[in-house]
């Protein structure tokens, strides 16, 4: 019996063909969840199967040699009429829907059906992951419970997939803004003349991305407060405060180095940031792993060695969840005690190597009311006067202590202020870049 029509085919045709997998080849990803889940059901064929518009084809098999075959054959065509439940067929000879399907009647000898469906974010069935045997058979309720979740796996993979080839497309259209950039560079008669052009640029880029301080005031549960200076020699500092489906996501980082390379390098940063925020990773170690693997592929292609140190913080419900490398984060407790916490061992630099899922860590900061957090970039306890002193971490740590019991916009302006007065007259050689949070 050919399976009806779902009444959301178009859009479900559409989420499928959204992820660009139909007729790519086999990749041990996809075949290790077949293989484990042939393994839990000890059944001889497992499958990926992905429902098309005239036929079902497998990404993944296992005990199949075919690689499709019509979607009117198709038992998982049944199986995606109901995304919310598995089809189960224990003897497809005595089901009325298959008992006479070429697949049960041939050399395929289908008896034993087990199709979980694969179900996007959205809601779309565009496929399953099912278990098929030559025999009538039975699930347990534990085997049942594995495939589930092997299922909901397979989906995760294939929506990181998509997000990495976001990223990947939206970087492309960077490396071209930056090709053009280099263009008009070697273009420029005088050295000074190109200088004073690629930092104005660079400064702009910086200012242009940072959140608005209306975007600030929307957070509910925290007081937010930052401030950008760029340098005379522009660097790389980058920060955003994104406040996303009930959940606040803050990122801070700096680039090495100075010039419009920095600020391209920051600009992929902060396009890959806001992607995966969009896209709802939350998982940090495939968040940072992402980041990175843009920040060292186009850095290769740039020809530049440019790398970058970032931490990621997710806010939720008086808990800050932190992870990445980058300076020391101040904490002002509501009695004016301070605490630091060094993320030395939450990451990584970005863009050094390939593959840093290893080095990157999480930590937990839980805030009660009127607990502060100071987030800063190193243009402030690096800051020099005219005797080549440095500002210092302590005596920021001070002023934030002194005026831990004001708003964050008036902690941030003591900040300011105080590192301002201490570098007088003396030329700003880095950016200089605080954010300030507070517990309401």
Not at 81 to 105: S, Y
């Amino acid at each position: 019996m050919k399976a009806p029509i779902p009444d959301n085919e178009q859009a479900r045709l559409a989420a499928l063909y959204q992820y660009q997998i139909l007729d790519t080849v086999a990749e041990v990803l996809f075949d290790d969840f077949t293989h484990l889940a042939s393994q839990i059901c000890g059944m001889p064929i497992a499958l990926i199967s992905l429902i098309d518009h005239d036929r079902q084809w497998f990404k993944s098999k296992l005990g199949l040699e075919s690689s499709e075959t019509p979607r009117d054959q198709a038992f998982c065509a049944h199986a995606i009429l109901n995304p919310d439940q598995p089809l189960i067929v224990e003897d497809a000879t005595a089901d009325v829907r298959f008992a006479d399907n070429p697949l049960v009647t041939g050399d395929t000898n289908i008896r034993f059906y087990g199709g979980f469906p694969l179900v996007t974010p959205d809601d779309f069935a565009i496929g399953t992951l099912c278990v098929i045997d030559q025999k009538p058979r039975t699930l347990m309720p534990e085997q049942e419970a594995a495939l589930k979740m092997l299922s909901r796996q397979v989906i995760s993979q294939l929506e990181l997939r998509l997000k990495l080839q976001e990223i990947e497309e939206r970087t492309k259209d960077l490396e071209q803004a930056n090709g053009i950039i280099n263009c008009l560079n070697e273009k420029l008669a005088a050295e000074n003349i190109r200088m004073g052009a690629e930092l104005s640029v660079a400064q702009k880029i910086q200012m242009m991305i940072l959140p608005k301080v209306g975007e600030l005031e929307l957070i509910p549960e925290l007081d937010v407060a930052a401030y950008m200076e760029p340098a005379a020699e522009v660097g790389g500092d980058y920060y955003d405060v994104i406040y996303h489906d009930g959940r606040v996501k803050i990122a801070i980082g700096d680039v090495t180095g100075h010039g419009l390379s920095s600020g391209i390098i920051m600009l992929m940063a902060q396009t890959a940031v806001r992607t995966l925020i969009g896209a709802g990773e939350t998982n940090p170690v495939k968040f940072l792993g992402a980041v990175n693997q843009t920040l060292y592929d186009n850095a290769h292609r740039m020809d530049s060695c440019k790398n970058m140190t970032l931490t990621i913080l997710e806010y939720a419900n008086q808990t800050l969840r932190v992870s990445g490398q980058h300076e020391e984060i101040i904490i002002v407790r509501r009695d004016g005690s301070l605490e630091r916490l060094d993320t030395m061992d939450l990451g990584f630099p970005l863009g050094l190597e390939l593959d840093i899922d290893a080095f990157i860590g999480e930590a937990v900061i839980d805030l009660q009311p009127d607990d502060l957090v100071l987030l800063y970039t190193d243009g402030i306890p690096e800051a020099t006067n005219s005797e080549n002193q440095f500002y210092g971490l302590e005596r920021m740590c001070a002023i934030a202590q002194k005026y831990h019991h004001l708003s964050a916009t008036d902690v941030c302006k003591a900040v300011i202020k105080d590192v301002m007065h201490f570098i007088g007259q003396q030329k700003i050689y880095d950016d200089i870049t605080l954010i300030i949070l507070k517990q309401r």
